[in-house]
Every structure is written in C-alpha cells, then in structure tokens.
C-alpha cells in the first residue's frame, strides 16, 4: 500500500509570509497528487493537484511542486492571508487505485 | 450546482443504537467514498461504492458496519451496536466517473456515542 508522510503538523506564519508544506510518498507508481484544505467543522476542499507528468503546477497564490524522482511534493502558498489558516491534507493513491491515502495533517496559522 | 450533501451534521447515540449517515452526492457524480477522521488525524479510507455496487470495502470493519448505494436515495452508512471509540467525523466524497481521481468531500457528520 502507500504510505504519505507529512511535515510540518504545525506551521505559524506572519500574514504576507510564504508557507511551504511537504508530502513524501511510498508508491512509485502513483501519479496524482492532490491537497485539500479543511477549515474548522467543515469537509476536506480540493485546492489544487498535480499529475505526474508535470513537475509543477500553479494556480494564483498556490503552486504544488513533484519531484518523482525522490517521490515528494509540496504546496507552496505565497503573501499568506488569515483566511489561509485552515488544516492542509496531502494526498497519494497508489498506483492502480483511485482511493488516497492522506498525510496527517498540517495546521497553518497566519497571524494578522 | 449542489455540492455533496450530508445528514445529519450531528449525531449523537448512545452505546448499543445504530447510527445512519446519509450521503447524497453532487449531480451527475455516480461514485461515493466514505472516510472517517478521528480528532487531529487525517482521513482514513472506509468504503469505495458505485450506484448498487461496492467497489472497495477494504477499509472498513467487518462487524458492524455496512454500506449501500441503491439506484434511488442516498448512499447510507450503517453502525450497529455503536461503541464510544465510533465517535469521530464521518466524510463522504463523490466524483463523476471512475477514470476522474477527483473527490469533492462533503460537509461531514460529527457523531458522538455516550
């Protein structure tokens, strides 16, 4: 199976500031990679995802980069607002599977 | 355009009930996922289904837990005989086709065994 781990659990940033967040996966067959942001007492949000024939994708404030080689990706959020403070999950499924296998978790705090 | 919907957002059982979560998912999506998340951990894959198929249920318990997706209604989780370590957020997720990796999760259902 696959195995996604995730760093940091924690990061506090300044508003304005960027915020870098870091998956690792297991499954070299795996070839979508997507994040999802969950705010207090609501559902995961898909914000972005990569596939594994790009090496890096952006869309506005948020980039998400793949290196397959070494079988990570981060996401990347750049001029940091409070509403950005949320719990961010990176996501793998294995090769030949549809269903993800999630990282722990990372709280982003952006302090106004 | 609707998103995933799901009822009750609480849900609050004593130990010994059964407890039924309901998923309804957005329109034209014929695939629903169900996780569950335990408090400060990422989402844990349960069960994988299809309009009156189970696709994958390798995720979730043999005892006591069960799940469908009939033609018409909702897709229904099922725990019998809830004990307190069942207390955590249940999410569904839907997506169109099962060639599309993309899943758009739903509000969830918090239950709570006392």
């Known amino acids: 199976g696959e195995n996604v781990e995730q760093h940091p659990s924690t990061l506090s940033v300044q508003e304005g500031d960027s915020a870098v967040i870091k998956c690792t996966y297991s499954?070299?067959?795996?070839?979508?990679f997507p994040w999802y942001k969950q705010e207090l007492g609501k559902g995961p949000q898909l914000i972005i995802d990569?596939?594994?024939?790009?090496g890096e994708k952006k869309d506005q404030r948020i980039a998400v980069t793949l290196n397959k080689t070494a079988k990570h990706f981060s996401l990347h959020i750049t001029e940091t607002q409070p509403e950005d403070s949320a719990v961010y999950f990176c996501?793998?499924?294995?090769?030949?599977?549809?269903?993800?296998?999630f990282g722990r978790g990372t709280s982003l705090i952006v302090h106004p | 355009n609707a998103g995933v919907m799901q009822n009750p957002r609480h849900l609050v059982r004593r130990r010994g009930q059964e407890a039924r979560l309901r998923c309804s998912p957005m329109k034209g999506h014929s695939h629903v996922y169900w996780y569950r998340q335990l408090p400060e951990e990422g989402l844990k894959f349960m069960v994988y289904l299809q309009k009156e198929n189970i696709i994958d249920e390798s995720g979730m318990p043999k005892e006591r837990f069960s799940a469908e997706f009939p033609k018409e209604g909702p897709s229904i989780l099922r725990i019998q005989q809830v004990v307190r370590g069942d207390s955590a957020a249940y999410f569904c997720?839907?997506?169109?086709?099962?060639?599309?990796?993309?899943?758009?999760f739903g509000p969830g259902t918090r239950l709570t065994v006392t």
């Open positions: 990569i596939r594994s024939n790009v």
């Open positions: 499954d070299s067959a795996s070839n979508y």
């Open positions: 996501a793998a499924p294995p090769g030949g599977s549809y269903i993800p296998t």
């Open positions: 997720a839907s997506s169109p086709g099962s060639s599309n990796y993309e899943q758009y």
